[in-house]
């Protein structure tokens, strides 16, 4: 009987030993130890791996540094905790479609150079990088609506969520790049994309299979490493969703960034005439005042929609030249795969954030029902007007341009005002020119497919008349309906069907790099784009419709024809 009791004994020890290695994984210079995944028993998750020392004192506005050998500790680093969140500041205003994206729960540090990885138990070798948008200014990769097991268990891939330094902490300039060089946000991604090639392999991946998939700004963000002979051999493939590194709100010129860090000196009282004592105090500087410092500078050169401090091209580091010389000279990745998205909707969500005053009649009040009245963005004529006046003087064309726009969106007599300036908007700041980007690209590019998402999630928190916008896509793609069913009520099984015909096709585009028969790849002449709006049926095709509109073709006309240097108003 004792004997027995023995061999059980043993047998348990021996089953634990062999699930504990299971968990274990050995890189060339560490142990990480991870645990399976509460949802999906199949995943197991290594949370909050560091890719970079910690890039704090002296090292913060600096490029960042991998981390020493012995940087993970004695032992087996227990990958356990959520990678921390890069220092931002809370908006949070009690509206859920605003603080869902912002929790509480996120633990801020500067110490935030961490991934979080999820690995599937039938891996198909495939690795999906995914970076995070909001602006460059805020987000995180350890937000829930970015919690990677259902992706992973429905894909076979390895999806892993990347952090990178936000606001001035990633993207300041200073001084010619002689003291901040710019971009700290960009090299961050860049060096755990390294860390992620030498390293996939031992977790079960090839590091010939790398999608680095993007929203909104990390769509930007995501497509800037095209461009970046530094990051080019660490992926494969990119998925860009709503986002492009040609977006006019993508990028800002470095004499714009350098006069916002002198402005930002001068409010932390860390302006002087020596250049050693200005950058050691504000290395040593509070961090919350710093951020929040920083979310005041104003600036008459930059878009009313983009935060003070953003990536810059030509910095000598990142990028060695201007964008546009590196697509000029086809300075760039080539024989890459890319899957380009957006929603019907692109610019909506944005509007109240800086139409919000009477001169435009855009406003949203959170503490009121997002179909009351007060949230319907109702302009008026005049209102209108305003807001395409505001659009020329931010884009930095002539006076004359208001008229051709009011002409070229005019035809339709009967859609209202807000409608008209919904549509300029997306036009000006987001459709035309990921249609843009899809063009240059496309000669260098092997699989190319475009896509216009037009379904609305059911957990979408704004006013109807948004649309389908721009921030809840990712709900799809990262199967927010398996992970969280009790929130989508009696539409659960819809979504559960959407979200997975989203995963699998996704799934398929990382692992093959091409999709179906019936989803026309787009050519530099024929802008075609898959029209997604509900849950294919087993032998329905899917439909493809035309991005490069007459619009598009007339607002690059525009944008070329009457920009100045100087703004007429």
């Known amino acids: 009987m004792i004997a027995n009791y023995y061999i059980l004994l043993l047998l348990f020890s021996l089953f634990q030993l062999c699930f504990l290695e299971k968990l274990r994984v050995y890189t060339k210079n560490a142990c990480f130890e991870g645990k399976s995944s509460s949802k999906f028993r199949n995943v197991v998750e290594f949370l909050g791996i560091p890719f970079a020392t910690p890039p704090v004192g002296k ?28 220092y ?20 801020m540090s500067e110490d935030c150079l961490q991934l979080n990885m999820w690995v599937p138990k039938n891996k198909t070798g495939a690795v999906i990088v995914f970076i995070f948008g909001k602006g460059y200014y805020m987000g995180s990769p350890s937000l829930p609506q970015y919690e990677g097991s259902a992706l992973a268990s429905m894909t076979g891939s390895i999806v892993i969520n990347l952090n990178y330094r936000l606001g001035v902490l990633g993207f300041a300039f200073y001084k010619h790049g002689h003291i901040i060089p710019g971009n700290m946000g960009l090299l961050d991604q860049q060096l755990g994309l390294e860390w992620i090639y030498q390293n996939i392999e031992k977790f079960g991946g090839k590091k010939s ?5 993007g929203d909104n700004q990390g769509a930007s963000s995501a497509t800037a490493h095209l461009f970046s002979h530094g990051s080019e051999k660490y992926f494969s493939k990119i998925v860009a969703v709503s986002g492009t590194i040609l977006n006019s709100w993508a990028l800002e010129k470095s004499h714009v960034l350098d006069s ?18 200005e950058i050691k105090c504000m290395q040593t500087a509070d961090v919350s005042k710093l951020i929040r410092m920083a979310g005041t500078i104003k600036n008459s050169e930059q878009l009313p929609i983009v935060y003070p401090f953003l990536p810059m091209d030509n910095d000598g580091f990142f990028f060695k030249n201007s964008l546009t010389k590196l697509l000029d000279q086809g300075q760039m990745k080539k024989n890459f795969d890319i899957l380009i998205g957006k929603t019907t909707d692109e610019a909506t969500i944005y509007m109240h954030k800086f139409m919000s005053c009477k001169r435009y009649g ?28 505001l659009l020329v003087q931010s884009l930095r064309l002539r006076y004359i341009a208001i008229r051709k726009i009011m002409k070229l969106y005019g035809e339709r007599k009967r859609q209202s005002f807000r409608h008209k300036a919904s549509r300029i908007y997306a036009d000006f700041l987001f459709d035309c020119d990921y249609v843009e980007f899809a063009k240059k690209i496309s000669k260098y590019a092997a699989n190319k497919y475009f896509y216009v998402m037009g379904k609305t999630s059911a957990l979408n928190a704004w006013s109807s008349w948004m649309g389908v916008t721009n921030d809840y896509q990712t709900h799809y793609i990262f199967g927010h309906p398996f992970l969280n069913p009790k929130k989508y ?18 799934g398929k585009f990382v692992k093959e790099g091409r999709l179906f028969k019936s989803w026309r790849q787009f050519k530099r002449r024929e802008m075609v784009a898959a029209h997604i709006i509900h849950v294919l049926k087993e032998k329905d095709r ?21 920009k100045i240097v100087k703004s007429p108003f």
Request: aromatic letters at 10%; a positive charge.
């Open 59 to 86: 090292y913060r506005f600096k490029a960042p540094r991998p981390v020493a050998k012995d940087g993970y500790g004695k032992g087996c680093f227990k990958a356990s905790t959520p990678a921390k969140t890069c």
């Open 362 to 389: 855009c406003s949203f009040d959170p503490k009121k029902n997002p179909e009351s009245l007060v949230n319907q963005c109702l302009m008026n004529k005049f209102q209108y007007i305003h807001s395409i006046k």
């Open 489 to 506: 009520g009696k539409k659960i099984s819809n979504e559960l069907k959407f979200s997975t015909q989203v995963m699998k096709t996704l």
């Open 542 to 562: 899917f439909r493809n419709v035309v991005v490069d509109t007459r619009k598009c073709k007339m607002i690059k006309f525009i944008k070329r024809r009457y």
């Open 209 to 213: 299979m790398i999608t680095i998939m």
């Open 260 to 277: 916002n860090f002198r402005k930002l000196m001068d409010k932390m009282n860390c302006s002087h005439k020596n250049e050693d004592v």
């Open 88 to 107: 931002f500041e809370r908006e949070s205003n009690g509206f859920v479609g605003i603080d869902e994206w912002q929790p509480k729960s996120l633990n």
